[in-house]
């Protein structure tokens, strides 16, 4: 009697799975995305282009992917750094940081930017620091020569000092700069959480033997730890620049949204939809659409490279 090879899972089989799945992602994301391309057809080709091209908006562009590459390159440096500090040291407070990582993740992106804007607004603590002329050297330096010894008077005459050929002030509220630290504070969790499982999974063996052979902490670094690391950072590289691109929350309220200034792009889309251009914004939401899609692409890449280069290590 032939005996039945054939298995009965618990879960649902092929068919139904995948029946299920492309009827939830065509509701959920398929569709509403094809009425993005759907409503900007009604334009010709001309129109389209020059609603996409228009000064305005290509200014917006170059605020959102200009400063979203920016801030994704500096949360890749000290992203790697604060990873490395959680792996490979014990501190007190380690796990209440390791917490705060995931903040932005959890934190809602309105709330970040109010935060942010009272924060770093003229009246705010560190706003009000950084707008007085001076603060950093006319302040800082004095009483850093205090702390070494030196006699009040020399201080006060430092301080003069500071204050007529040193002075500064950095606005940070309502400019671009603004609109940097709003994209650095929700892309740092994507850079620290794709390279710390590398961190963990890496066997402090190998920094061992590259100090034994002669190498200092430099070279052990850049030729040993980080052609490791590189896949994965690359990866969280991509997927903060990516969020950065979109994000809209937390930027509106310290941006100041000035044309030609410190206006993003999703702002331009919302601008539009309140003026009733819904032609003209899925228009601009197309071309956004299709820089995240080729976005995901490069992720994606990345992570299947990242995850090949991890095999090869085991």
């Known amino acids: ?29 398929l569709i509403p995305l094809s009425a993005v391309f759907i409503k900007s057809s009604s334009l010709s080709v001309a129109d389209f282009w020059a609603v996409v091209s228009a000064p305005r908006v290509m200014a917006s562009y170059k605020v ?12 890749s440096v000290f992203g790697v750094l604060l990873a490395w500090a959680l792996v490979r040291y014990s501190f007190p ?48 330096l004095p009483a850093l020569w205090l702390r070494l010894g030196g006699s009040v008077e020399s201080a006060e005459s430092l301080a003069i000092f500071c204050a007529q050929y040193l002075g500064f002030s950095v606005k940070v509220a309502y400019t671009p700069l603004g609109i940097l630290v709003a994209l650095i504070f929700i892309g740092l969790p994507f850079v620290v959480r794709t390279v710390q499982p590398i961190l963990e999974d890496m066997d402090t063996e ?22 490791i690391l590189l896949p994965a950072l690359l990866t969280g590289f991509a997927l903060a620049f990516a969020r950065a691109v979109g994000e809209y929350g937390s930027v509106i309220f310290i941006a100041g949204n000035m044309p030609f200034v410190s206006e993003i ?8 939809l309140e ?12 071309v956004m ?25 085991r």
């Open 275 to 286: 003026q009733y251009d819904y032609v003209g914004a899925t228009a601009v939401a197309s």
């Open 289 to 313: 659409l299709v820089l995240s899609f080729l976005l995901l692409l490069v992720i994606n890449f990345l992570q299947a490279w990242s995850n090949g280069r991890v095999r090869k290590g």
């Open 265 to 272: 792009t999703p702002l331009m889309i919302i601008t539009k």
């Open 206 to 227: 190998i920094e061992e033997a590259a100090a034994s052979l002669g190498a200092h902490r430099g070279q052990t670094f850049l030729r040993v730890v980080l052609p």
């Open 64 to 75: 959102s992917f200009g400063l979203s590459l920016v801030a994704a390159a500096i949360n």
């Open 1 to 29: 009697m032939a005996r039945h090879s054939r298995q009965h899972n618990v879960l649902p089989g092929f068919n139904l799975a995948l029946g299920y799945t492309l009827v939830y992602l065509s509701l959920v994301v």
């Open 93 to 140: 407070g380690r796990k209440l940081v390791d917490a705060l990582v995931d903040l932005p993740f959890a934190l809602p992106t309105a709330v970040a930017g109010i935060a942010l804007t009272a924060l770093y607004a003229g009246n705010g603590w560190l706003g009000r620091m950084l707008e007085t002329s001076g603060f950093f050297s006319g302040a800082i």
